[in-house]
């Protein structure tokens, strides 16, 4: 299985790239509304799924997001297709957050994603993500305060990871720490 990549953006797609590696081009899988993440020299993260009729790199800027792609796609009913547009919704932190606090809502407007696969995703995985040891994970109603200030998302994200408390304390103590940089 190829695991990771180190490798140029030859060419974007709809809903892909070329992935330059030495002399050979490989065809990584990629949600249409994530492709302009993708550009220039990268290291990528890979998920290798082989098909009688298909071989396809799913492909990750992080290997959290892929060790969060692992686990859903190891829930049934969720395909490495679905699995990939969940974990590039958002923040790979943001995501499991949403999904650790029972966000129906959040998971059910990816395209996609109806009702039933949300609440099983959400059933399945809530005590599992609570046990794992993540990279930041931030309150969500915290980082939406900050976003709608105008904050950049990562410059949220790194001002409320270790926060605690209420929502409301914890924008108030990250707008102090924002003010600071």
């Given at each position: ?6 490798g ?139 976003l709608?200030?105008?904050?950049k ?29």
């Open positions: 299985m190829i695991g990771r990549l180190r140029t953006v030859v060419h974007r797609g709809g809903d892909y790239v070329l992935f330059e590696v030495g002399a050979v081009a490989y065809r990584l899988e990629i949600p249409a509304v994530s492709v302009a993440q993708f550009g220039g020299e990268m290291t990528l993260y890979t998920h290798e799924v082989v098909r009688d009729d298909a071989h396809e790199l799913f492909a990750f800027l992080t290997l959290e997001a892929l060790e969060l792609f692992w686990k859903l796609i190891g829930i049934s009913g969720v395909g490495p297709r679905s699995a990939q547009k969940i974990v590039f919704a958002d923040h790979v932190g943001v995501v499991r957050a949403h999904i650790m606090k029972g966000n129906i809502a959040f998971l059910t407007h990816i395209h996609g994603v109806g009702t039933k696969t949300a609440q099983k995703i959400i059933l399945e995985l809530k005590g599992v993500l609570m046990d794992a040891p993540a990279g930041p994970v931030v309150d969500v109603d915290a980082l939406d305060a900050l709608g200030l105008g904050y998302r990562a410059d949220a994200v790194r001002a409320l990871e270790g926060l605690s408390g209420s929502a409301e304390e914890q924008v108030r103590a990250a707008l102090k720490q924002l003010a600071r940089q």
